[in-house]
Every structure is written in structure tokens, then in C-alpha cells.
């Protein structure tokens, strides 16, 4: 019979998971024994966090959840740091812990955590078998948590005597809930606020994070002559070359742009939380700005923001529902004031500084170097800024990027970028301050021989830290600054082929690192000064 490790397995693949990821532990063999002869692709990684991050840009590539395995105690506390991106991130993503026997539970055995109690407060769902015919079930209840309403992470204890057990029992068919869409009344109230509007903004979210909802925004805000606006760093929703593209509500928005949104008379927020940047501090949409607010679930709605018409529903299923669109004749020149400054603020000015290059410039030309379906990875820091407002994705270009700000995520997600999409050229933007929390995992790059282009910014700082330190504490430096090693070795120890990046004369050289086949690493030597207040 089989064991619940292996009900487990079998459970994944029905559901389409081909690739999970982990760092191993004693606490779950019997769970890598029963994915030995299983067709799931194990990705052996070299951090639990840098396992979870893998899983959360390989979901957000796939739309299905991504799948992690760490062991108990420290593997599990290493691993927190993915779950906080993936809630951050509304991206649907399943841990998979070995937990002590079940004999041993709440008994303060060796590496024992209560897993419901550390990530109950922002984890989708919490579950621990004690019993091997509970797996099968909870896997499934885990599987449909994660994918329902906003997506989230998951998380279930099993403990390594459960595991090995043998296991009668199935999983459950689960029918994914789905969030319904509008009545024809809303539907046809929705229609008359857009219709009447002249100066109407749609915001758009991590509802449309799919090659169909990608899609479906474009021909509904080319349908009613929308602009659109993507919530914070979701730059590769909507075509940044449409005429239509008024920009992001991210990290501190030009005030000319700040004080137009501020004049729109109807926000249409689809598919999206209304979270403190995308709401610019939580102010706006403005007290009298007219609000429709579409997110899969309630939770989200009228909690800081009262909106005229608010629906827990699917975004795809209300813009599917619209009738014909009806557009006043004033909303072209809105759109196109809104569309110029958002091209003026993507206008790069060449300066030179003593100690290195401004980043903008470095990121403008990688941009133009990036093929037509290239997909860019981003580490958080000062120098993943350029790339949200100097550098336009089009259509088939992907962003993968931690919308939680959590250092430690390019590389990660640019190995698993490259594994989902081969033959895709993957750009992994990554800082001095945050290469070394997770460049462990070039080692899998080394493994899985991927071309990853690493693309590292060396200021010797921690540049997002000492920007707001010098605002407070004008001159007072203290714990933002630091030595590096000799990154050249580093990367060639690696397998990657090294170019430095000093000055303008070299972005050609670097163009080309990233349009010929094969990895790359490319040292840029950026500029600390060009960032500081």
C-alpha cells in the first residue's frame, strides 16, 4: 500500500506540479523517496529561503502554486522569509515541512516549532497531520487555500513518522472556488460610472497575472479608451509602450504625477489589494474620489477605502461582463496627459559621477539590449529602482521582482526563470548587499548548466538604508556600509565569464553579454553618490 508520503506525491501530480524545490532534511525522507520515481523535476537548493523564492517566481511563471521542502526547526525559520514574499505578493505557494515524529508533538522535542502558531498570523492556512490518512486530505485543502480568492502560501507539518506510514486513504476532489462575477446590475452600474467619467483611472493588479488577464486588460482599456495605472511593481501587466500606460503606483511617485491621479473622478481598481504604496501612504484614492474596487476576496474592501460600488469578485469575469463601451470625447486628452508624464519621467539625463555610474543609465541600456520575451529577475535595492520607471516591458517580456522588498530574491527566481523557460534570456538584477544572501544558488545554475546573465551593482553599500540615514542624520553613517569580495573570482568560480562595467564605453559590450548565447556575470561599478538626497 502506499505510504501518505507517497498519497502526497501523487496528489501534486494530478494537479499539473512538474517542478518543486528543497533543501533536505532527516525529517522527510519518506518524502524524497516517494518523488524519486515521481515525474517532478527536485531542484536541490542551497538555502531554504532560496528554495522558497525559486518556488514563488516559478509560480507566478506557471499560475500554479510553487512547491518547497525544508526540514523542521531551522530549515523551517530560514524558509519564513518566502512565505512573508509570497502573502506580500499574492502568489500562491505550498510548504512542505518534516516535522518530528507525532509521539513527539508539542513535547519541546529536538527542532520542534508549532508551525500553526509562528505562521498562522499570515499564512493562508496552517495544517499538521498526526495521522497518515489526514495527508491526503490536508494536502488537497492546502493546494485549494493557496489558489482560492487572493492567492497566498500554505503550510503543512508532517511528521517523518506519518510520512512513512502506509496510507488507504485518497485526496479529495476539490473544486477550486471562484470568485463569481457581477450581476447584470453591476455590470450595467459599473458601465454608467465609466461612461460618465471623463478623467477615469484603472488600476490594475495581481488579478490579471496570467497570460489571459494580461491580455483581456489590454482589449477592455483599449475598448473604453482607459489608463491604466499597475499596482506597486507589476510593471509587465499592460504593454508600457501603449499610449494608454499612465505608469505604477510604487516608491515615491513624481509629484506632477501624484497631483493628476489626484484629479481623476472615478478610480477602477480591478483585481488588486489597495496596500499602503499603491495607495501612495494610503492616500488615495482622495475623501471624494469616486471608487470601484473589484478584489476576489471581501476582505480587502471598504477597509480603509469606501468604494461606491465594491465587489468580491474575479476582475476577468467583470470587465468579461461590460456591455459595449461608451467613451467620453474629452477622456483622449486625459490619457494623453496622464501617458506624458509618465514618459517624462522615464527620460534618463546623462551625468558623470566620481565614483561610478548612475544605475539609470545602466538599466536603460540593458532594457534595449532585452529580447522581445526576456524576462528580468530582480534583487531588492536602490538599484532595482530604474528598471520599475527607466526601462518599458512590452508584451511576452516578463518582471519577476519580490513586491515585499525582500533582499535575496533575484538570484533564486533567475534560476528558476531559466529552468521554467529555456531558451528565454534571463536578466538577474542583483546588488552588492544582497548577492551573497542567496548566490549560493548559481551553484544549481552550475548543476543545471542555465545561462542566467547576473547583472551586479557594486556601490559598497546598503544604498535604500543609507538614503533615508542621511535624510535623518545628515553626515552620520553608521552599519549601511561595507567591503566586498573580489566579485570577478567569485562569479568565475561559478563557471560565468566576467565583464566589468566602468563607464558609458562599455554599455555596448554589455549589450552584447546579454544578447549572446551563454551566462554572464556583469560587474558594474555604481555610483553612491548619484542616489543620496
Request: hydrophobic fraction near 45%; glycine fraction near 8%; aromatic fraction near 8%.
Given at each position: 500500500?502506499?505510504t501518505?508520503?507517497?498519497?502526497?506525491?501523487?496528489?501534486l501530480?494530478?494537479q499539473g506540479?512538474?517542478r518543486?524545490?528543497?533543501?533536505?532534511?532527516?525529517?522527510?525522507?519518506?518524502?524524497?523517496?516517494?518523488?524519486?520515481?515521481?515525474?517532478?523535476?527536485?531542484?536541490?537548493?542551497?538555502?531554504?529561503?532560496?528554495?522558497?523564492?525559486?518556488?514563488?517566481?516559478?509560480?507566478?511563471?506557471?499560475?500554479?502554486?510553487?512547491v518547497?521542502?525544508v526540514?523542521?526547526?531551522?530549515?523551517?525559520?530560514?524558509?519564513?522569509?518566502?512565505?512573508?514574499t509570497?502573502?506580500?505578493?499574492?502568489?500562491?505557494?505550498?510548504?512542505?515541512?518534516?516535522?518530528?515524529?507525532?509521539?513527539?508533538?508539542?513535547?519541546?522535542?529536538?527542532?520542534?516549532?508549532?508551525?500553526?502558531?509562528?505562521?498562522?498570523?499570515?499564512?493562508?492556512?496552517?495544517g499538521?497531520?498526526?495521522?497518515p490518512?489526514?495527508?491526503p486530505?490536508?494536502?488537497?485543502?492546502?493546494?485549494?487555500?493557496?489558489?482560492?480568492?487572493?492567492?497566498?502560501?500554505?503550510?503543512?507539518?508532517?511528521?517523518?513518522?506519518?510520512?512513512?506510514?502506509?496510507?488507504?486513504?485518497?485526496?479529495?476532489?476539490?473544486?477550486l472556488?471562484?470568485?463569481?462575477?457581477?450581476?447584470?446590475?453591476?455590470?450595467?452600474?459599473?458601465?454608467?460610472?465609466?461612461?460618465?467619467?471623463?478623467?477615469?483611472?484603472?488600476?490594475?493588479?495581481?488579478?490579471?497575472?496570467s497570460?489571459?488577464?494580461?491580455?483581456?486588460?489590454?482589449?477592455?482599456?483599449?475598448?473604453?479608451?482607459l489608463?491604466?495605472?499597475?499596482?506597486?511593481?507589476?510593471?509587465?501587466?499592460?504593454?508600457?509602450?501603449?499610449?494608454?500606460?499612465?505608469?505604477?503606483?510604487?516608491?515615491?511617485?513624481?509629484?506632477?504625477?501624484?497631483?493628476?491621479?489626484?484629479?481623476?473622478?472615478?478610480?477602477?481598481?480591478?483585481?488588486?489589494?489597495?496596500?499602503?504604496?499603491?495607495?501612495?501612504?494610503?492616500?488615495?484614492?482622495?475623501?471624494?474620489?469616486?471608487?470601484?474596487?473589484?478584489?476576489?476576496?471581501?476582505k480587502?474592501?471598504?477597509?480603509?477605502?469606501?468604494?461606491?460600488?465594491?465587489?468580491?469578485?474575479?476582475?476577468?469575469?467583470?470587465?468579461?461582463a461590460?456591455?459595449?463601451?461608451?467613451?467620453?470625447?474629452?477622456?483622449?486628452?486625459?490619457?494623453?496627459?496622464?501617458?506624458?508624464?509618465?514618459?517624462a519621467?522615464?527620460?534618463?539625463?546623462?551625468?558623470?559621477?566620481?565614483?561610478?555610474?548612475?544605475?539609470?543609465?545602466?538599466?536603460?541600456?540593458v532594457?534595449?539590449?532585452?529580447?522581445?520575451?526576456?524576462?528580468?529577475?530582480?534583487?531588492?535595492?536602490?538599484?532595482?529602482?530604474?528598471?520599475?520607471?527607466?526601462?518599458?516591458?512590452?508584451?511576452?517580456?516578463?518582471?519577476?521582482?519580490?513586491?515585499?522588498?525582500?533582499m535575496?530574491?533575484?538570484?533564486?527566481?533567475?534560476?528558476?526563470?531559466?529552468?521554467?523557460?529555456?531558451?528565454?534570456?534571463?536578466?538577474?538584477?542583483?546588488?552588492?548587499?544582497?548577492?551573497?544572501?542567496?548566490?549560493?544558488?548559481?551553484?544549481?545554475?552550475?548543476?543545471?548548466?542555465?545561462?542566467?546573465?547576473?547583472?551586479?551593482?557594486e556601490?559598497l553599500?546598503?544604498?535604500?538604508?543609507?538614503?533615508?540615514?542621511?535624510?535623518?542624520?545628515?553626515?552620520?553613517?553608521?552599519?549601511?556600509?561595507?567591503?566586498?569580495?573580489?566579485?570577478?573570482?567569485?562569479?568565475?568560480?561559478?563557471?560565468?565569464?566576467?565583464?566589468?562595467?566602468?563607464?558609458?564605453?562599455?554599455?555596448?559590450?554589455?549589450?552584447?553579454?546579454?544578447?549572446?548565447?551563454?551566462?554572464?556575470?556583469?560587474?558594474v561599478?555604481?555610483?553612491?553618490?548619484?542616489?543620496?538626497?
Open positions: 500500500m502506499p501518505a508520503a507517497q498519497r502526497l506525491v501523487d496528489f501530480v494530478a506540479i512538474d518543486a524545490f528543497c533543501v533536505p532534511g532527516e525529517s522527510y525522507i519518506a518524502l524524497l523517496e516517494a518523488l524519486h520515481d515521481a515525474p517532478i523535476d527536485l531542484v536541490v537548493n542551497r538555502h531554504e529561503g532560496g528554495a522558497g523564492f525559486a518556488a514563488i517566481a516559478d509560480a507566478k511563471l506557471t499560475g500554479r502554486p510553487g518547497f521542502m526540514s523542521r526547526g531551522p530549515g523551517a525559520c530560514n524558509a519564513a522569509i518566502a512565505l512573508h509570497a502573502e506580500q505578493d499574492a502568489v500562491p505557494l505550498i510548504l512542505l515541512i518534516g516535522q518530528v515524529e507525532a509521539r513527539d508533538l508539542r513535547r519541546d522535542a529536538f527542532q520542534e516549532i508549532d508551525y500553526g502558531r509562528m505562521f498562522g498570523g499570515f499564512c493562508k492556512f496552517v499538521e497531520a498526526t495521522r490518512e489526514q495527508v486530505e490536508l494536502i488537497a485543502r492546502a493546494y485549494a487555500m493557496a489558489m482560492q480568492g487572493v492567492p497566498g502560501p500554505v503550510v503543512l507539518s508532517l511528521p517523518e513518522d506519518v510520512l512513512d506510514m502506509e496510507c488507504a486513504a485518497v485526496a479529495p476532489r476539490y473544486a472556488a471562484r470568485a463569481p462575477g457581477p450581476t447584470p446590475d453591476e455590470a450595467a452600474r459599473i458601465a454608467a460610472a465609466l461612461a460618465a467619467a471623463e478623467r477615469p483611472i484603472l488600476l490594475a493588479g495581481h488579478g490579471f497575472e497570460e489571459e488577464g494580461r491580455a483581456a486588460l489590454a482589449r477592455f482599456a483599449e475598448a473604453w479608451n489608463p491604466v495605472a499597475v499596482s506597486f511593481r507589476r510593471q509587465d501587466l499592460f504593454d508600457n509602450h501603449s499610449p494608454l500606460y499612465a505608469g505604477d503606483m510604487g516608491l515615491r511617485n513624481p509629484d506632477a504625477q501624484r497631483n493628476a491621479f489626484a484629479e481623476a473622478d472615478l478610480v477602477l481598481a480591478l483585481g488588486t489589494r489597495l496596500t499602503d504604496i499603491t495607495t501612495q501612504g494610503y492616500s488615495w484614492p482622495a475623501p471624494g474620489q469616486r471608487l470601484i474596487h473589484v478584489c476576489p476576496d471581501p480587502h474592501l471598504n477597509w480603509l477605502f469606501p468604494a461606491e460600488i465594491a465587489l468580491a469578485a474575479d476582475p476577468l469575469a467583470v470587465i468579461a461590460m456591455p459595449p463601451s461608451n467613451v467620453p470625447p474629452g477622456r483622449a486628452a486625459w490619457a494623453k496627459r496622464l501617458r506624458d508624464l509618465h514618459v519621467d522615464c527620460q534618463v539625463k546623462p551625468r558623470d559621477w566620481p565614483d561610478g555610474l548612475a544605475f539609470p543609465e545602466v538599466a536603460q541600456a532594457g534595449a539590449a532585452l529580447p522581445p520575451d526576456g524576462i528580468v529577475t530582480l534583487d531588492a535595492g536602490t538599484f532595482g529602482a530604474p528598471f520599475y520607471r527607466k526601462v518599458s516591458y512590452s508584451p511576452g517580456q516578463r518582471l519577476l521582482v519580490p513586491i515585499s522588498g525582500a535575496g530574491f533575484g538570484v533564486p527566481s533567475a534560476v528558476a526563470a531559466t529552468l521554467r523557460c529555456p531558451g528565454r534570456t534571463v536578466v538577474c538584477g542583483v546588488g552588492d548587499g544582497g548577492i551573497l544572501m542567496t548566490g549560493g544558488e548559481l551553484a544549481v545554475a552550475v548543476e543545471r548548466q542555465l545561462p542566467i546573465k547576473l547583472l551586479l551593482s556601490n553599500g546598503y544604498a535604500s538604508i543609507r538614503i533615508h540615514q542621511e535624510r535623518q542624520h545628515p553626515g552620520r553613517v553608521s552599519g549601511t556600509m561595507f567591503a566586498n569580495p573580489d566579485f570577478a573570482h567569485w562569479a568565475q568560480a561559478f563557471g560565468l565569464p566576467v565583464l566589468r562595467v566602468n563607464t558609458r564605453d562599455d554599455f555596448p559590450a554589455m549589450q552584447e553579454a546579454i544578447r549572446r548565447p551563454g551566462p554572464a556575470a556583469i560587474l561599478k555604481t555610483s553612491m553618490q548619484a542616489v543620496l538626497p
